[in-house]
């Protein structure tokens, strides 16, 4: 007889965001994973509910955004049976890229894809750990089109809802599992 282990229900994993106060500046308020990343049972909830968000959608490659989108891109491709593509900071991949510059909240940055990380046509879902303005998850949106690929829906773990940033993904299943 086999025992099936009880996964964590998604109104619990909000236990396991600590706010940082004035981090990375004054003012703003860091929602930290590592918690939830610590506690095996929290992260393999996350990946499992994140799965089950896109379940039956048709997925080719799961993009995760340097860096803590890599942590749950890259376990969230191996639960799915995908391949995964890093989305990496300017200068860190080491063939042809793409690039985008970009507004974040706190300031600009600059992300990179690998010209051939995706075949034409091929359908990826883009995840990171926290949607906030939306400038972020929108320029990758945009390289991953660059390089052929289709964004086939957008997850995140945290979403900061109170600034807006569903709006500039309009058009995309978007899923988050935690809000604020």
Do not use: C
């Not at 968000?53 to 340097?66: H, L, N, P, S």
């Not at 320029?139 to 289709?150: D, E, N, Q, S, Y």
């Not at 979403?159 to 569903?166: D, I, P, Q, S």
């Amino acid at each position: 007889m086999s025992t099936e282990k009880k996964l964590l229900a998604q109104n619990r994993l909000k236990e396991f965001i600590r706010d940082i106060p004035d981090f990375p500046k004054p003012g703003i308020i860091f929602k930290d994973i590592t918690p939830l990343l610590q506690n095996a049972l929290a992260f393999e909830s996350t990946i499992s509910l994140l799965a089950n968000r896109f379940e039956g959608k048709e997925v080719d490659q799961i993009a995760g955004i340097e860096s803590r989108g890599f942590i749950f891109a890259a376990a969230l491709a191996l639960q799915m049976k995908k391949g995964f593509v890093p989305v990496r900071k300017k200068g860190k991949l080491p063939w042809k890229t793409h690039r985008v510059s970009y507004q974040l909240e706190y300031g600009e940055d600059v992300l990179e894809i690998h010209q051939d990380a995706v075949w034409e046509g091929a359908r990826i879902l883009l995840i990171d750990d926290v949607l906030a303005t939306g400038g972020t998850a929108q320029a990758v949106t945009g390289l991953i089109r660059k390089v052929g690929g289709i964004v086939s829906g957008v997850g995140v773990v945290i979403e900061l809802a109170f600034l807006n940033g569903r709006d500039k993904l309009e058009g995309l299943e978007t899923h988050s599992l935690i809000q604020y």
